[in-house]
């Protein structure tokens, strides 16, 4: 047996009314669909966060996810449908909100505009794609319709950028990015696990620079592996790298917000240079 | 293939416990059944601000839709289903809530108290009967059962009356009555869309009076098509109309609360007279 | 038709993006489970007030009920399965958090540690067994698996204890732990109701002792039953006694928190003592 699988992602806030109606049209449409929450309390708008907390859907079976965080419904920005090499669809506006997840599953496939008012909720209102046009395409999509039935096919090179890109490994050194403080204060950063470890092993320590600030980082599995108020960096379980205190605060160390940039170096490389 | 369908909209709070304690009494009789949350967050014992987010419910599948917000509860008030024109079932204490809703499904076809205690929970808890009494009616109304089984008919009109009544259009006039206010500061009235049409076509301006103040609003489809700072009437996404400024409050030009009465007057209308 | 029912429980914070995750590990595992949430903001890492919410499991469908309050994930501590009486599986850590619910549901009928990685997503993260451990243990004895499939017995004398046990009835007294306070100012003890029947009938006084403190407390069914500003002490809706003033607050008659030991007194014995 074989379910399609849905999940929700948007910036409504955990409770809102719209999360109910966009399920109930999921399951008018396709009504045998395992429809779960991701994530409903992205700040309103915010495409950066919205992005990071969307590249979790790794973590979700194989299925449609949709993610609205939409500050340009109703303008003439795309809605679009994103195929993934896993074989998965990302379904939102074309603002940049879904490309470090689809980059997170394999790269894209194809992408297409949806476009076609026959698989959407009528009529559509101006403010509330979610309901009339991404829960529709999800559902559809979960009955077997192909992509292409939704609108014509968009050159992902034409997308709208994303908020972010993955960090960069050039010779020892990774060119990273802030992508989310969360409220301990733990700093997360666009770095694939595996890319960190072409910097160093764990149980090696890593350099940070951010601007003119330098700070020593044990590279270790958990918190706990160093003492307490020590600096740690580590995978976090979402698949990137995560710099925190252990029973304190990293912002404490640095401050530091989504979008600033940031430089990592081995130690040893440092030594050498 | 046709699962019956069950939306919960109560005052509990997103989070409580209550919440998946209905869902499992609901799927102990029907587990087939499609169940998903449209509000929780209404404010505790609030019928005025329960009836109107229950309103959304017009958005949701017909089927069963419960809604919990019960300051009388324990008391003499009756529980009660009421089937809608539209084929849907609203279930919930008699204290007005359900009503605005019944109206926008289309009326009521008839209403029926639930006393049957063969379809409750045993022993019915003296505070918390969206367990004990409305999730196992929704679920046994799913399962086929018909109305008349679970109690008595009650006649319509000796039902509590609702929190408010739809908005009155008279001679080029609408009477209106505030119907919720958002964190915005938008305020949204119980006139239907379609009500609005009588006095207006998006594009004119309708004059709104409230006491002894009067302000000119632009009939508009979205907040961007007036100025930044501008206030702006429009239809909303649940079939209301909402009044907002765009980028601001309106709460802040004029204040009203819930409750409020307001007249709104087509400019035309007002310069003949 | 009998679908197997796995609840959640966690100190995630409601909207946490973990709670989509573990759904979406169970259904992929078991993909007919109907999954429901119990409660979600369990203030983190509190152990005693986790027990206390999972507690509710009772009024939920036999099924196997996940409880993430966890503070020592990634140490040594064990991750258990326990069945219960009733029938259940209570799976999480092995801090204590469980056994309340164990006890509400029966006692306990055996308990495996949860060590076969067979059975949980791998690689297991050090800091969420909620998805790599628990949920695929849910959704695999949803599908059939036997408990003992999944690690080693543990004799529950050695499991770590529990926050709190059952009060003690001891010739008229009940020796008995707070177990909640509520934003109300309502406290809740660890006394299952047909315990307190021991002591008195509804209509009755009960002394309550807490150090050098005493308070007559009625005994009645609701609130409403005594004089606005009252105290009175009932029957919750969740199988224990709670402590309440009618549109008041108990607290501020009493301070007591979790965790505070209080005795209880029949009127009556307390005379002819």
Known sequence: MNRPFISLSTDFGSGNKGIGVMKSVILGICPEAL???LAHDIEPFDILGGARLFEAVESLMVGCHICVVDPGVGTDRHAIAIETKRGDYLIGPDNGVLLPA???LGGIVRVHALTNDRYMRLPVSAIFHGRDVFAPAAAHLSNGLSIADFG??????????APYNE?????????????????????FLNIRNQELHRLAKTGQTIQLNAGDR?????????????????????DDDFGRIEIAVNQGSFLQILSLKPGDAVELRSNKLTVNS
């Open 35 to 37: 429809v779960i929450d």
């Open 152 to 161: 014509p096919l968009i050159d992902s090179s034409e997308l709208h950028p």
């Open 102 to 104: 689809a980059s997170f």
């Open 167 to 187: 960090a960069v490994y050039d010779r020892g050194v990774i060119r990273a990015t802030v992508i989310h403080a969360n409220h301990y204060g733990n700093v």
């Open 214 to 234: 330098t700070v020593d980082l044990p590279y270790r599995r958990t918190f706990g592996e160093v003492e307490v108020g020590q600096p740690v960096i580590m």
